[in-house]
């Protein structure tokens, strides 16, 4: 198979996260169906937090039993800072956003403040939110990407169609995830923000699908899932929050384990796979 097909099955395993988008597009969701979209979105992530942690982790645990201490100095320098950049960066560069939007819509006079201001902020925020995790889901493809381009690089086409196969399954759930805070804020985003979103979250398979077959770099690929995980973590924290607030515990607690269980489901083939 030539580089020009596999760069092609990449990119098909990366854009199949626009079958789960269009949901975001639902006209006036029920408190309960938000509810439902944004705990199942959270289950989903909670699998790929451990999903990206396991990948990440496999080539500093094979130096361990190897006791190669060097690479795995370096491997756990660059997951540990990938970890701290994605999540304790975002924190900061989120605390950093808000006070930019506090002072922008600061208040002309007394009781300015209503009920129309605050709108758009909710919306906002809902908005960055999907971002994030679109973000953090592209970073987690990009190193799916360099898995399939180090399959077909080191001559293993079948482990690297069976990789494409079971990404492309997984990728369509990881699309819901990334629409599921604008689902449970109400907010109907755009075609165009919804094709926007979905090249920041698939793209890069194919990018990561071009540059794994002619880069083989354990290190870039733990850096990458290190920055992964802590950003796909960050989104689940504000995930949670806003489950918290509906006070729906039955309903968000059976929705996260809808979400786990889809992660897994989606991701055995790529089990199957030895991958």
């Known amino acids: 198979m030539s580089s020009t097909?596999?760069?092609?099955?990449?990119?098909?395993?990366?854009?199949?996260?626009?079958?789960?988008?269009?949901?975001?597009?639902?006209?006036?969701?029920?408190?309960?169906?938000?509810?439902?979209?944004?705990?199942?979105?959270?289950?989903?992530?909670?699998?790929?937090?451990?999903?990206?942690?396991?990948?990440?982790?496999?080539?500093?645990?094979?130096g361990l039993s190897k006791h190669h201490w060097g690479p795995v100095a370096s491997g756990g320098l660059v997951l540990v800072a990938g970890l701290a950049i994605g999540l304790v960066g975002l924190v900061y560069y989120d605390g950093w956003i808000a006070r930019r939007r506090q002072a922008a819509a600061r208040p002309a006079g007394p009781g300015a403040a209503t009920a129309t201001e605050l709108a758009p902020r909710q919306r906002s925020q809902a908005g960055s939110l999907a971002l994030m995790i679109a973000t953090g889901i592209g970073l987690h493809n990009f190193a799916?990407?360099?898995?399939?381009?180090?399959?077909?690089?080191?001559?293993?086409?079948?482990?690297?169609?069976?990789?494409?196969?079971?990404?492309?399954?997984?990728?369509?759930?990881?699309?819901?995830?990334?629409?599921?805070?604008l689902a449970a804020e109400g907010e109907r985003p755009s075609w165009t923000t919804l094709l926007l979103l979905g090249l920041i979250g698939g793209g890069p398979t194919f990018i990561g699908t071009v540059?794994?077959?002619?880069?083989?770099?354990?290190?870039?690929?733990?850096?990458?899932?290190?920055?992964?995980?802590?950003?796909?973590?960050?989104?689940?924290?504000?995930?949670?929050?806003?489950?918290?607030?509906?006070?729906?515990?039955?309903?968000?607690?059976?929705?996260?384990?809808?979400?786990?269980?889809?992660?897994?489901?989606?991701?055995?083939?790529?089990?199957?796979?030895?991958?």
């Open 5 to 62: 097909n596999i760069a092609l099955l990449g990119a098909i395993a990366g854009f199949t996260i626009y079958l789960g988008l269009p949901i975001g597009r639902l006209r006036t969701p029920t408190p309960r169906l938000k509810a439902g979209l944004n705990a199942v979105a959270i289950g989903i992530l909670i699998f790929l937090v451990w999903d990206v942690l396991t990948h990440a982790w496999e080539p500093i645990d094979e």
């Open 144 to 181: 799916e990407g360099l898995a399939i381009g180090n399959s077909a690089a080191q001559g293993e086409l079948s482990l690297a169609v069976l990789l494409i196969i079971g990404f492309g399954l997984h990728n369509a759930t990881e699309g819901f995830g990334i629409v599921a805070p």
């Open 211 to 275: 540059v794994g077959q002619h880069l083989v770099n354990d290190t870039l690929s733990i850096a990458f899932l290190g920055l992964a995980a802590g950003s796909i973590l960050y989104v689940v924290i504000e995930l949670l929050a806003v489950a918290r607030k509906t006070g729906l515990k039955n309903l968000t607690t059976s929705c996260i384990f809808v979400g786990l269980i889809l992660g897994f489901a989606t991701d055995a083939v790529v089990t199957a796979a030895g991958a």
